[in-house]
T-cell receptor, first 115, second 117 residues
């Protein structure tokens, strides 16, 4: 069965600190997608990144970076020089790469960035 | 481009009442999903649809029904509302075009907060 674990329920950092959000997944599929979504206090869910299972290249987008390691089944998300606007709940998710393409979401990590 | 539109945004129901949450997307996406979000529990899949006329159960379908008569619309019906159905409901859609390199990115509606008293 597929499973996504975000062990960090809540993290608080001071503005400009770096912070890493952990995500560990389980799947028997050989091909799959991994995602991160952001849910700011306003409540909407916003897509941040998608990774294909065969692409372990790390990605950097501005202050955001993602580290995908199949050997440890992890897909961690780092925010560099955090800002108050980064305060949100962040969800890691795993989806099938065929058939119904259903998603499994982690329980989310609430990030609080203090000024 | 409106994306995914959900109505209503807020609703209070009495135990035993029924209601329908509406969801419409204008992106011509084949795949549509209904999730519920409970505090600290992430998102749980209620029902999904891979195209007009095709629906299937997700993780937590009990107490809900869906239909998909058109590509655009995917309403979620709650029959005999119970306090356990108090939650925030999200409708989402996605596209599969492009094969394995296709997006499979979910576009979410703004959510519907339902309280059952």
């Amino acid at each position: 069965a597929q499973k996504v674990t975000q062990a960090q329920t809540e993290i608080s950092v001071v503005e400009k600190e770096d912070v890493t959000l952990d995500c560990v997944y389980e799947t028997r599929d050989t091909t799959y997608y991994l995602f991160w979504y952001k849910q700011p206090p306003s409540g909407e869910l916003v897509f941040l990144i998608r990774r294909n299972s065969f692409d372990e290249q790390n990605e950097i987008s501005g202050r955001y970076s993602w580290n995908f390691q199949k050997s440890t089944s992890s897909f961690n998300f780092t925010i560099t020089a955090s800002q108050v606007v980064d305060s949100a709940v962040y969800f890691c998710a795993l989806s099938e790469a065929s058939g119904t393409y259903k998603y499994i979401f982690g329980t989310g990590t609430r990030l609080k960035v203090l000024a | 481009n409106a994306g995914v539109t959900q109505t209503p945004k807020f609703r209070i129901l009495k135990i035993g009442q029924s209601m329908t949450l509406q969801c419409t997307q204008d992106m011509n996406h084949n795949y549509m999903y209904w999730y519920r979000q409970d505090p600290g529990m992430g998102l749980k899949l209620i029902y999904y649809s891979v195209g007009a006329g095709i629906t299937d159960k997700g993780e937590v379908p009990n107490g809900y029904n869906v239909s998909r008569s058109t590509t655009e619309d995917f309403p979620l019906r709650l029959e005999l509302a119970a306090p356990s159905q108090t939650s925030v409901y999200f409708c989402a859609s996605s596209d599969r075009t492009g094969g394995f390199s296709g997006a499979n990115v979910l576009t979410f509606g703004a959510g519907s907060r339902l309280t059952v008293l």
